[in-house]
């Protein structure tokens, strides 16, 4: 990671308050946070405070809702883990800066002084330093000049060390080289499948002492699973929907009632970019209206992809205030900003869907078989009490069924069962929990319908008599034998292949790719193919088999890296960004843990808690 940017992710915690004051949240609960312990913790000898924990948390928390285009509560943002985040942060600046104070690293006032001219959020509408503000910022903050110019002095001391450490961070490039040329090299390979018309001759078939040799060899595959014989009663509301009247009203009223769904007004494809200032958002959309960025580029720059700002189909009032702004724009494009209750935003409207009206008399026949079925579900529930009634006075199922008219039925249970009442989640757990002991009681299912059922007998797993699995078993011999024959035939090729022999000349059906990459699909093809050409060398030929398939390989050549390629220099600088960044990350964590070791730490974790508590 680059020095700058480091820099940048220090001034966070300073800066990070000062914009949380600016737009309205500053001082929030501040004064309540302290509740007579003002210090949360210590590296060495300097205090982490309270005050300062709380003021992180609630920037960090308003910087990732504006990310997320929705406010987090405090529980999302603790299931995010964003509080231990701004804890460890908070640690990490203060071992830093305790070791600053410790060497003696500091900066002189004229730097503070331009820090504080600086603060975006404490300059006026023509951009210069506002005294008012600054007073308004540390009276709401409850902190004088003085400690406030003395956070600046230390944060810019602290950055000091961090650059001073980091500065000299490189990736050797000699580890950058070959990487490049192990991700970037490219293969030139043939391969050809082998399938079963390859073969001089089919296999033949089997014999039955064959057939049942694998039988008795392969007895897992045959098994019939546990089965549950089980006896039902099934009320249905299709049983009932011939019973039902349905008037005119009552499609009427139906239409009425969902009136939503036939009547949907215009609405619009949008995306939202917030900023956290009007100014920020007005300068990004005079980018985009110069051609300079495109609305995926400005969110690119955010850190956030398309996805993350994009809201969806829209009607007008989802967008409150700024939906006659994006409802006026008659053809997609990008409006801004404009006002939300997230901050300003610009909005990229995509599409237009135009409004759909469904007539009632378009609607008629699709709200006659909604409400005659809706009719037919309450017809169910109305004849319960009467079916629980029978039930309970020791009636069998098959006497229930007769009496009210409902479907009676026998059905095997087991892995393998599908359809029907078995369909249905309620009647698999009934069926698995069932007992022989089990009184039948009145079960409902998701569409309204009801069962009861009766465990009749649990037959055990068991070997599938041969001549009902007859068939399977042919086949299962037959692409055994196929296989094998393949790869006795791959065997033999290969042999020709290492003597001279090209693999177009076999006579099988091949395929040629000459640039292929290392992250690159083979088409037609398991992946092991492609894993095996980079485990080759030119001019080899491998049989390669996975998956029930087999294949002929041979790499024709391989083709290393043009340090002159647009693409190569290109993946060089982002492997060499990458190293860079990772092994200064870890020099960093390393020096700051050995800091935080000499100094030592002390968090009182229930201030910590404390702090929790009160902003949830």
Request: hydrophobic share 45%; charged share 25%; glycine share 8%.
């Amino acid at each position: 990671m680059s020095t700058r940017l480091r820099r940048k992710k220090a001034n966070s915690v300073v800066w990070g308050i000062l914009a949380l004051v600016m737009v309205g949240l500053g001082g929030y609960g501040v004064t309540s946070f302290s509740g007579g312990k003002t210090e949360l913790g210590h590296v060495g000898t300097r205090p982490i405070t309270v005050n300062e924990y709380a003021r992180a948390l609630q920037s960090e928390i308003r910087a990732t809702s504006v990310q997320f285009g929705q406010q987090l509560t405090f529980e999302q943002a603790q299931q995010m883990g964003l509080d231990r985040v701004v804890l460890q942060q908070l640690v990490t600046a203060a071992t830093l800066e305790n070791e600053a104070n410790a060497v003696g690293v500091s900066v002189g006032d004229a730097e503070v002084r331009d820090k504080l001219m600086a603060a975006p959020a404490l300059q006026d509408a023509s951009g210069k330093f506002s005294q008012d503000l600054y007073s308004q910022f540390l009276q709401s903050q409850r902190m004088s000049a003085a400690e406030f110019e003395r956070s600046l002095r230390d944060e810019a001391a602290r950055t000091l060390l961090q650059g001073a450490v980091l500065g000299g961070v490189k990736a050797p490039g000699d580890l950058v080289d070959r990487l490049t040329g192990w991700d970037m090299e490219t293969r030139d390979f043939t391969f050809a499948e082998l399938i079963a018309s390859d073969l001089p001759a089919p296999v033949a078939a089997p014999t039955d002492d064959e057939v049942k040799a694998w039988y008795d060899g392969h007895g897992d595959s045959y098994m019939r699973p546990e089965t549950r014989q089980i006896s039902y009663i099934w009320l249905k509301p299709e049983d009932l929907m011939d019973k039902v009247a349905v008037d005119e009203e009552a499609l009427k009223k139906a239409y009425e009632d969902r009136k939503s769904e036939f009547v949907i007004p215009e609405r619009r494809l949008v995306a939202r970019l917030i900023y956290p200032t009007a100014e920020e958002a007005a300068a990004a959309k005079a980018r985009f209206d110069k051609g300079e960025a495109s609305f995926e580029d400005l969110a690119r720059e955010r850190g956030l992809s398309i996805d993350d700002v994009d809201m969806g189909e829209v009607a007008k009032e989802d967008l409150d205030t700024a939906g006659d702004a994006v409802f006026a724009l008659p053809e997609p494009g990008v409006t801004g900003p404009l006002e939300t209750n997230l901050g300003p935003a610009l909005f990229a409207m995509n599409g237009i869907l135009a409004a759909q009206i469904t007539s009632f008399e378009d609607a008629r026949d699709d709200l006659r078989s909604e409400v005659a079925m809706d009719r037919a579900r309450r017809a169910v529930a109305d004849r319960q009490e009467a079916i629980e009634d029978q039930l309970a006075s020791g009636a069998t199922l098959e006497e229930v069924a007769r009496d009210e008219g409902l479907e009676f039925g026998q059905i095997e249970v087991n892995s393998e069962t599908e359809g029907g009442l078995a369909a249905y989640e309620a009647f698999r757990q009934a069926a698995s929990q069932v007992n022989t002991e089990s009184f039948p009681t009145l079960v409902g299912l998701e569409d309204g319908g009801v069962f009861a059922i009766r465990l009749d007998e649990i037959v055990a797993p068991a070997l599938r008599p041969l001549e009902e699995v007859r068939d399977k078993v042919i086949a299962d011999w037959t692409t055994d034998q196929t296989h094998a024959a393949l790869l006795a035939l791959a065997g033999e090729d290969l042999a020709q292949l290492q003597n001279g022999v090209m693999l177009e000349a076999l006579g099988l059906v091949t395929t040629r790719d000459d640039s292929f990459g290392r992250n690159d699909f083979v088409p037609d093809a398991v992946p092991e193919v492609g894993q095996a050409v980079f485990q080759m060398i030119a001019g080899e030929s491998r049989v390669v088999e996975a998956a029930g398939r087999v294949f002929l390989v041979t790499l024709n050549a391989v083709t290393p890296v043009d340090p002159a390629d647009a693409a190569v220099a290109a993946k060089r600088a982002q492997i060499e960004a990458t190293l860079d960044q990772s092994l200064a990350r870890d020099v960093f964590e390393q020096f700051a843990r050995t800091l935080q070791a000499n100094a030592g730490l002390s968090l009182n974790q229930a201030a910590v808690a404390a702090v929790n508590a009160q902003m949830q």
